[in-house]
């Protein structure tokens, strides 16, 4: 037998292999992000200032959530750890596990809008736009009436975000059509605009009670979380999220930039103002109810990137899972660090997320868009 049908008897490479093996590979990640998500959810409701066993908080979970038909006796079930994780810690965590997969949803569609790898949920200037509107409602005691009257500032927040959003979506379109450039130096203009009130608003209303109130909004908390204002926030991320997941081809094909998505007869101009305008309205919803929490949005799409890759079939739910799961934690450590207080969770988030970045910057084998 000659060389030349020794080299046609060999097996050729199979790309369809290649495709399932990254496929298996991406199903086992995801199955371990969320056993992770699921083992935390149970860990993290028995740390705290009281701490209470592992094996009680799974049970007393399993009780509440099967409506007393299995776990222990109801004698138990009314006790103070009761209380503590199914009042207190457990709608915290569930926030908590929302706000992360939101935020780092956010980030990626908004990376993939501008492409721009410096991109996070408030490119559109929404953090100081609703900054905006928690200063105009604490400073000057202003509230929404009606059926959110009792949610003043977390309404005044919510439309000062979108307002902000508008604005940069609307400058950004004026003489011609919108292109990522423009999207950020928008939201850079509109951004510092917003501080610009802000701060004139606090230098003439000389309130120290609001000015601590206002700087404590701004870091961002969980310590607002309950039943009642899970609803809302959920529905919101899980629609985002169901839509986005489905659109992963245009956002892939963002990444590879105008001319393609012409040649492929994709209008981004259209599909970047509509992922926009989404993610506004879901960054407007989670900035509104719990402050600004920063770097989530920015360095998670990252992270999975560099492990999943940038398909975004695969960096959409990934970086939900992965963004749940650093925010679980990272509220711990914002609730337990100090002994009978409780740091800021935008604070403990750029400190931690800050040196994580750095490194993903020194790091030469990873680039954005690329693995």
């Known amino acids: 037998m000659n060389s030349s049908q020794q080299r046609k008897n060999q097996p050729v490479p199979n790309r369809c292999d290649s495709i399932l093996q990254k496929q298996s590979v991406f199903s086992v990640i995801c199955i371990l992000l969320l056993a992770a998500v699921f083992v935390s959810i149970v860990l993290s409701v028995s ?6 066993p592992f094996q009680q908080s799974l049970q007393i979970l399993i009780h509440q959530l099967t409506g007393g038909q299995i776990g ?71 509230g929404v009436g009606g059926l959110l009257g009792e949610f003043g500032v977390a309404s005044w927040a919510f439309i000062g975000a979108l307002g902000a959003a508008a604005l940069v979506l609307g400058l950004a379109s004026m003489g011609g059509k919108t292109s990522s450039v423009k999207l950020v130096l928008a939201g850079t203009v509109i951004n510092a605009l917003c501080n610009a009130f802000s701060n004139f608003i606090i230098y003439f209303a000389k309130n120290s009670d609001g000015i601590r109130s206002v ?29 986005f997941l489905f659109q992963f081809r245009v956002m892939n094909i963002m990444l590879m930039g105008e001319e393609t998505a012409i040649t492929l007869g994709v209008d981004l101009n259209f599909h970047r103002r509509l992922y926009m305008v989404i ?18 949005g920015l360095i998670i799409p990252h992270i999975v990137r560099s492990v999943v890759g940038s398909d975004h ?39 931690l997320g800050a040196p994580v970045f750095m490194y993903m ?9 690329g693995k």
Do not use: H
């Not at 993610?279 to 989530?296: D, K, Y």
């Open 72 to 142: 222990f006796p109801g004698e138990l079930s009314e006790g103070m750890f009761t209380d503590i994780i199914w009042q207190i810690r457990f709608p915290r965590v569930l926030l908590a596990m929302v706000m992360g997969a939101g935020l780092a949803l956010c980030g990626a569609v908004m990376q993939a809008s501008v492409q721009n790898p410096l991109a996070d949920p408030y490119i559109l200037g929404i953090s100081s736009g609703a900054a905006l509107g928690a200063t105009f409602s604490i400073m000057l005691g202003f």
């Open 215 to 243: 700087s404590f909004w701004t870091m961002g908390s969980l310590a607002s979380a309950e039943w009642g204002t899970l609803p809302l926030v959920s529905v919101t991320v899980i629609a985002a999220y169901v839509f």
């Open 313 to 351: 079939k695969r960096l959409i739910p990934a970086a939900a899972l992965f963004g749940s799961l650093f925010m679980i934690w990272t509220d711990v450590f914002a609730r337990t660090i100090v002994p009978n207080g409780e740091l800021p969770i935008g604070t403990v988030t750029s400190l």
């Open 279 to 296: 993610s506004s309205v879901v960054t407007g919803v989670l900035v509104s109810t719990c402050g600004i929490i920063g770097f989530v």
């Open 47 to 52: 740390i705290g200032q009281v701490s209470i």
């Open 361 to 369: 910057l020194i790091r030469k084998s990873y680039g954005f868009g």
